[in-house]
């Protein structure tokens, strides 16, 4: 596979997908989950998401328990917590791991195409995961829950983005902004 739009995933309520459904679109790929401190993050990607799919900004919700069992619900769970608590009307795929020896292809893409993610220089979040021994086993794993990448209307990954990094901060939104506007 040589393109990101190649890869095929299952939606939440598992109708078989290929993320080349969204050729033309600017993606942010998002691992997600309901038990995490950073779950408000949901509000702000639904509030991403509606104002920018006008525009051609696809936002894409990839469940993962891989991070503390952070999410350990079913897929119906999943989306009734999203649609009942932050009202998410983006799309939501079934739960994959994306980390380890069952990584999905969708993710050991994007990590080898975008191996290390921004990270703020006085991450909190890193110095929080370092101190409980929760840091992932490579520099390239992603590294909690909420990791964003920026995918391009070619299907190119274009960025990467420490879960910490919320979905209205100016680095992300400013990366998004230059891909809507190619």
Known sequence: MSNLHDIEVNAIDGTPKKLGDYAGKVLLVVNVASKCGLTPQYEALEKL??????????????????????????????????????????????????????????????IAAQPNAEVLPDSPLKAKLGEHNLLPASDTDVMWNFEKFLIGRDGQVVGRFAPDIAPDHPLLIDAINAQLNR
């Open 49 to 110: 998401y509606e104002e920018k799919a006008g525009e051609g900004l696809e936002v894409l919700g990839f469940p993962c328990n891989q991070f503390a069992g952070q999410e350990p619900g079913s897929e119906a769970d999943i989306q009734d917590f999203c649609t009942s608590n932050y009202g998410v009307r983006f799309p939501m795929f079934s739960k994959i791991d994306v980390n380890g020896e069952s990584r999905h292809p969708l993710y050991s893409m994007m």
